[in-house]
């Protein structure tokens, strides 16, 4: 607003030193080039303010959590009902009670339940539940 009456007291004492009067076409296109000016730069200032809150709101993961996260199979920065869920259906999968006949399938599913154990309590404390 302030830039507008600005432009327009600037405009106007610039005919006058110039002693020139504007016809209404010259006056409609300086009109639009301001408004395309003031349209642009507002956007200008818009995308430098999304650029600013995405770079502080880009979360940093550890490389441990990465880990987690890909153990768990859900996207990096997933909230805690994801991972819950996540982990619910891997445990099911991997439980070491499923391969009690098989030694080498228990003990591997043995590691594995214990990964996503270390994984979950690891969230759990994260998000304090």
Do not use: C
Not at 105 to 126: H, P, R, T, V
């Amino acid at each position: 607003m302030i830039f507008d009456r600005l432009f327009n007291v600037i405009r106007s004492n610039v005919h006058d030193i110039l002693d020139t009067k504007i016809d209404s076409s010259e006056q409609e296109k300086l009109d639009k080039e301001w408004e395309e000016y003031l349209r642009t730069s507002k956007q200008q200032k818009e995308n430098k303010q999304r650029e600013d809150t995405n770079t502080y709101s880009t979360p940093k993961f550890s490389a441990a959590e990465k880990d987690y996260y890909k153990l768990l199979e859900v996207k990096e920065g997933a909230s805690f009902e994801e991972i819950k869920i996540a982990y619910k259906k891997m445990i099911k999968e991997y439980h070491p009670d499923k391969f009690h006949n098989d030694k080498v399938k228990y003990d591997s599913a043995l590691k594995i339940a214990q990964k996503l154990n270390e994984a979950y309590a690891y969230f759990e404390k994260k998000f304090d539940k």
